[in-house]
């Protein structure tokens, strides 16, 4: 997908619709949310009109526009005045599309709706870091150390936050981002749970594995995170997954935050996968996650030759795609000994290993027919997975040499989904959900 074409195109679009006389009712209603958003609004609005002239990276404007407090940015953001009126008026409307797409799930009987997700962090050119750069830590990014999923680490080329500093401002940015997120939704997934409670700081030019972790205040981070959680009387979900702290999940628990069970990761101590009964409550479960190919690519282990193309791996591919085939058969074992796969495993990797796709479908609904039998609060059903997609949408350890979230979503043979067709199409995947589920909400279980 061109995701820049697009935008090009809708860019038109939107400009002619600012050019367009505004009713009573419009133009009160802008003003009331420029009001309400104040300074902050404002000035997202002026670096959204400088990076129009400038370029999208503020670090590389004119020195006497790198301080969003000086008077050469108040001096071009009074020249520029109606881009940054169309900047500002672009907010409002996505605010008023956020807010009716909350109440369209609502309407439609979603009881918590929509649950959105909130970022470890922002580009280093952003607006973010701009208005607020003293607040992050120069010369460093977020990452991950080295794992057995990214051999090599990762560094998501994201500023952290400075801990002290954040604390000196009485964490009033995360706390107002937190406030915007729960504002048309029931529910936040924060990504990278560990982010309230440390993160692996990258040197600039160095690698992941030159990383270290900087601890930040557990306590005064997710006590913001449930402040805003009840007022919004809103759901949290944190990606605990990776390295985390034992203490952290307990933490997160305790303030009411659910984690995520990513299936292909819970096994006991010895390595075997772990019983439905086993898995804890207090979570969204899942089969894979974004970072992961769908579950169709995943079984055939599609992820293990696009990371060796990639030159990902640090050890031989061959150790890998073992691996792989020993934990794959694991759960192909625990699936057929639940009664949910009527395949036995050897039956089902030999015709992996021979390239067909004979039980992908079974394989897929019998793993999410499996989520449903855990005592999981939520269960989630990922759309690449429902309509038989097999490609991988992201690929972490990556920026341009694979085509991260522009992959357009596909079914098994590889033909075009439309989001349009989707609900007269029929999905297999959702279907095992729903009957172990008996029609009965986690909510009134």
Known sequence: MDRSAAWTAKLRALEALHRLP??????????????????????????????????PDWRR???????????????????????????????????????????????????????????????????DSWMY????????????????FNQRGQDWGQPPWHPRRLAEAAYAPFRDMLAAAFRHGGGLRLDHAMQVSRLWWVPEGGSPADGTYVRYDRDALLGCLAWEADRAGAVVVGEDLGTVEPEVRDALAAHGVLGTSLLWFEQD????????????????????????????????????????RLGLLTRPRADEEDDHRRRLSGWLGLLHAEGLLSAPPETVLRSLADGT???????????????????????GVALADAVGEHRTQNQPGTVDEYPNWRVPLADAEGRPVLLDDLPSRPLPTVEPVRAALGGVSRESR
């Open 22 to 55: 505004r009713g009573d009712a419009e133009r009160r209603g802008f003003a009331e949310f420029r009001a309400r958003e104040g300074g902050a609004l404002t000035m997202f609005a002026t670096w959204s009109a400088l990076g129009e002239e400038h370029g």
């Open 133 to 148: 750069r003293d607040l992050f830590a120069p010369g460093m990014s977020v990452g991950a150390p080295p794992d057995e």
């Open 269 to 308: 101590d010895l390595g075997r996968p772990k019983g439905a009964r086993r898995w804890r409550e207090s979570s969204l479960a899942t089969v894979g996650t974004h970072d992961m190919p769908p579950t169709t690519g995943f079984v055939h282990g599609d992820h293990i030759g696009l990371r060796d």
């Open 357 to 379: 796709g004979e039980y992908d479908e079974a394989v897929v609904a019998a793993l999410h027919a499996f989520l449903a039998r855990t005592p999981a609060r939520l269960v």
């Open 61 to 127: 404007w004119p020195a006497g526009l790198r301080d969003p407090a000086s008077p050469a940015v108040a001096a071009e953001a009074a020249r520029l005045a109606d881009r940054v009126d169309f900047h500002a008026w672009l907010q409002w409307r996505l605010d008023g599309q956020l807010a009716a797409a909350q109440r369209a799930a609502r309407d439609a009987g979603m009881p918590i709706g929509i649950v959105h997700d909130l970022a470890v962090g922002v580009a280093h050119g952003s607006a």
